[in-house]
């Protein structure tokens, strides 16, 4: 009989562990996922898998939580999904972005060094550690590591520690460089969701929506949705098509790094559009560009060419931008009437 295999998900509550936690009970096998400990019991990406996974407090600023998960439950596969997520704070916050996310891959390196050193480990690279290159329209593998913003610079350092500790120690580590990927579980923060949400909400007439990272209402009281720069480009894909790309990684015979993209780059209008258009609103009528918002520095517009993925891991995107939103949208509905939000 084959063995079960044991995962351990570093971040499960987030949308993409929800997601990879969802594909790994599929596929059979024992989900350990890590949470942040908190005086709250709610976590609704993860809600309805309370019961199927077993939940561990871990926190990538501490190295001691991390070594215990390891030596408890001796895993075959590691997923360091975690991370301080949000470029926009890691202006405001960038030595705690730098702790968490530049080194908290490293102390999940060591963990799996010393006590479980088997384990093959993913780590959740971005494309933001290509933030300012300049003259590339479709980055791939070898595309060289030029990261602008703080966040972008503390992913570089663990993507560059994957090769690292794969060379160095001989370790089985693999760096998905992920273009941005979206889903209804996507944080408030991100501004596919702030779209999403904010067009539910002027649909449906809500007096109350929810707040931005300002603190101050989605949707204005004039029915506007503040944004940053409305022209950044973006690859949009949807997550739970990335997810995969995660476990395939995983399964090569040897660690490699690979670009997981679309292929493809639309402006922030260009969502805010498919997302107004789909509930037959105007989306000029409802955006407005909030200087507060705009990043002291955006990254170019490229594309993720994901040629190397499609060849030898036999993975391709499934969802475009314009589903994704509407999917988004429909979901953000949906939400909003089930939770009685007036
Ligand atoms: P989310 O923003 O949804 O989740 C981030 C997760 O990290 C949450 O589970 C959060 O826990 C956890 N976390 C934050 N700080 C710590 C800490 N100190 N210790 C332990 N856990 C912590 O992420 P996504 O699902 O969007 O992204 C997953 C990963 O992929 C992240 O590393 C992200 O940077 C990276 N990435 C994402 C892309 C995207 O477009 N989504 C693109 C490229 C890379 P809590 O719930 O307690 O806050």
Redesign the pocket.
């Known amino acids: 009989m084959v063995k079960q295999k044991t995962a351990v998900i570093?971040?499960?509550?987030?949308?993409?562990?929800s997601y990879l936690a969802e594909l790994l009970l599929e596929k059979g096998y024992l989900v350990v996922g890590?949470?942040?400990r908190?005086t709250s019991m709610i976590?609704e990406?993860i809600e309805h898998l309370k019961g199927k996974i077993t939940l561990e407090a871990?926190?990538?600023?501490?190295q001691e939580s991390l070594n215990r998960v390891m030596i408890k439950y001796q895993p075959d596969e590691v997923y360091?999904?975690?991370?301080?997520?949000?470029p926009g704070d890691a202006w405001s916050h960038p030595f705690y972005t730098g702790e968490?996310?530049a080194l908290?891959p490293v102390r999940v390196f060591e963990a799996v060094r010393h006590f479980c050193p088997k384990a093959r480990v993913y780590q959740?690279?971005?494309?933001?550690i290509l933030g300012g290159v300049k003259g590339v329209e479709r980055a791939n593998e070898s595309t060289l590591l030029f990261a602008n913003n703080p966040?972008g610079i503390a992913?570089a350092y663990a993507h560059m520690m994957v090769s690292c500790y794969r060379e160095s120690y001989g370790m089985y580590v693999c760096g998905?460089i992920?273009?941005?990927?979206?889903s209804p579980?996507?944080?408030l923060?991100?501004v596919t969701r702030k779209i999403s949400m904010g067009v539910a909400c002027i649909k449906l007439g809500i007096k109350s929506p929810p707040v931005n990272e300002l603190g101050e209402a989605l949707v204005d009281t004039s029915g506007q949705i503040h944004l940053g720069d409305l022209n950044a480009r973006r690859d949009w894909g949807y997550?739970k098509d990335y997810v995969e790309a995660m476990w395939l990684m995983l399964q090569r015979e040897k660690p490699k790094d690979y670009v997981i993209g679309t292929d493809t780059s639309y402006s922030i209008k260009d969502a805010c559009k498919a997302a107004f258009d789909h509930v037959g609103l105007n989306w000029k009528e409802h955006v407005i560009s909030n200087e507060k918002l705009l990043r002291p520095t955006e990254i170019t517009d490229m594309r993720g060419d994901y040629s190397l993925a499609k060849k030898e891991l036999g993975w391709e995107p499934k969802v475009f931008m314009k589903e994704l939103m509407e999917t988004m949208v429909d979901a953000d509905l949906d939400w909003l009437k089930s939770h009685s939000v007036k």
Do not use: C, P, W
């Not at 992920?178 to 979206?182: G, I, K, R």
């Open positions: 570093i971040g499960v509550s987030s949308q993409d562990g890590t949470i942040r908190s976590h990406n871990a926190d990538l600023i501490d360091n999904i975690a991370a301080q997520s949000v968490v996310t908290g959740a690279t971005s494309r933001e966040y992913k998905g992920l273009f941005n990927h979206e579980r996507r944080s923060h991100f997550a």
